[in-house]
């Protein structure tokens, strides 16, 4: 029997039994979809990590921080910094950027301050707790800024200018991220405060010739110039000139004669800057780049590291999601089982006849075999399609609410095509294998008492 | 003469509880080419074994079948269903045709087993249909059609691969004594007139009347042969 009949005959007998057949089919295509969507949220939340990180171009940096064993976010905050010394003993200098630099692999470097001056923010009237880390980027072009609203900070009209994150705007009560451009924070010093900015202590009276005069909060006025797409933590960004002038202390002091003498003190040459950002050549070269550093003495951290561990994650979730939709698919292959012992014993004396006419037990097993499979390949066929409608149907509902978080990322849940092929094929698979038990009952038949059945 | 079936030393048991029923008991047979042969007997007698195992549906546990060319006993699956698609047609009682296909698809199914193009087994299928009497039924389903008509594509299945010889078990048990007489005259003219073998099993007197000869079975064992 040619090969194309016996796909039309198993299509006429699977069209013979409509109800039983559309049944069979709902019940791969339930394992079938559940498996596609949950394998696909796992992809998609996979690649919309990766994208995130390759859209910032965080893929190709290396944060180099004092402290070693810092995570790559943590980093960016200025977790790594020393705090008030080098204490760790690896100062973040220029020759330390000069090094780093210097290491093969590394397009740019830029620096990072993280001024930790800032005890609460006044927005709108209302004071809010500093909650987030305070990071400035020395400007390169090396380093982009993806921007949901408005400008990254620029650097000639500071200080005063800040960027920050769309999740600092939204916890500073701003609902769209474009809402917060162009508003003026006050931002309020702590109390030891002495920078550049804060007033000068007022002259002794005489008292207390000797003693330090002490600081008082300072205030400062900081125009938001736009937000970034960093949905996940709270981040103000200074202006680079800014943050220099923050992170330079002034000491006052008063002389016998009760005068206030001031002198000028930067925080950068004792602890060095916050951070560096080493920007390598190639996503490829970052781990060997981060090795290389190390060897220079300060730690690293790299967003590779957190999207593999994040990939890591994905994929548990991804396998118990799948095993959930495997016990589906188990199920359905039992329906299919079913479906066709069903078949073949109202069948038998159909494939009596067959037998009888010349159809071999090959012949028959092929048969009903196929008609397994397509039971599996049809409800891998629509559920696989349900589960493009889906993603197609979800999108704009995800799209919407990525962008009320201030995420440049668009359409993140699709289908990857290979899980498509990949479902279907395994539904035939199942088909097949479930179809092989009963098929070959039919194919061992005898055709005499099959011709004989009632 | 030449013969077209030999039988020798065939025997057939079967098992029934605890009891074991010869349904063929060392049977030695020719039936000669070209002949109209009635198999009479008593129900349970072993005709329809008999039949079987020269039709290749079932096989002899001892003894050996000829028909034609094809020696049976060493046949594999394959070729024994070769041998049942080319060589043999089966007409039965209750005429078996697949209620979900039409009367030209029910003829066309050997050609489908065979390999033949669908193009061509369509022609064939409508040619034979012609042949007897259902040129205007072939599109038809088995249930629009009355008993004798539902026989009729029955013979068309049977005679389609040009077969050498027609196994027909009780052909006209199931329809009124006149259909029955329209529908033996058809599968002896045609038989006849292809120049095939037609074994026919039969309660029915008249039918072994207009037989060539008469095998009458009793019991497993052929106790007579009649030459017509």
Known sequence: MKLGDVFRTAFTNLRRQKLRTLLTVFAVFIGALSVTVMLTLVTSAQNFATAQSTSSGQDLQVVVTAQADIRFRDALGGNGANQGDSSSGVILDDAMVTKVSQVPGVRAVARMLFPQVFDHVTVNGQDRRLEGAVAAYEPSDAVPHVMVAGKWVDDQNAPGTIAISASQARSWGFSKPADAVGQTVQMVTREWYQGLGSPEPPQGNGNDPGQKPQGQPTTFSAKITGVTDQSDDNFIYPSWKWANDLSTQREFSRGPNNQTTTSIVSTIPAQGYGALLAVAERADDVPRVAKAIRALGPGTAIAQDEIDKQKRAFQIIGFVLGGIGAIALLVAAIGVINTMVMSILERTREIGVMRAVGASRGVVRRLFTLEAALLGFFGGVVGVAVAYGISAGANPIVNDQLSKNGLTSRNIISVPPWLGVAVIVITTLIGVLAGLYPAARAARMDPVAALRAE | ?228
């Open chain 2, 1 to 228: 003469m030449d013969t077209i079936v030999e039988m020798r030393g065939v025997s057939k048991t079967y098992r029934v509880g605890d009891e074991t029923i010869h349904a063929l008991d060392r049977v030695d047979l020719a039936i000669a080419s070209r002949s109209v042969v009635a198999v009479t007997g008593p129900s349970g007698s072993g005709k329809s074994t008999l039949a079987n195992v020269i039709g290749g549906l079932d096989r002899p546990d001892a003894g050996s079948v000829r028909v034609g060319p094809h020696v049976l006993e060493q046949t594999s699956d394959r070729q024994l269903s070769s041998f049942r698609n080319t060589a043999i047609g089966f007409v039965f009682q209750s005429f078996n045709l697949q209620p979900h296909l039409t009367a030209a698809e029910n003829v066309a199914m050997p050609l489908a087993f065979a390999g033949v193009k669908r193009s061509k087994r369509r022609a064939r299928a409508e040619a034979v249909l012609a042949d007897v009497g259902l040129a205007d039924r072939s599109g038809h389903l088995p249930t629009q059609l009355s008993g004798g008509q539902r026989q009729r594509v029955a013979i068309a299945r049977a005679l389609v691969n040009q077969p050498q010889l027609i196994i027909a078990d009780e052909p006209t048990g199931n329809l009124d004594s006149q259909r029955g007489a329209e529908i033996l005259d058809l599968l002896i003219a045609s038989v006849r007139e292809r120049g095939a073998t037609l074994l026919i099993i039969t309660h029915d007197a008249d039918v072994a009347r207009r037989a060539d000869g008469v095998l009458h079975v009793r019991d497993g064992a052929i106790t007579r042969e009649v030459q017509g």
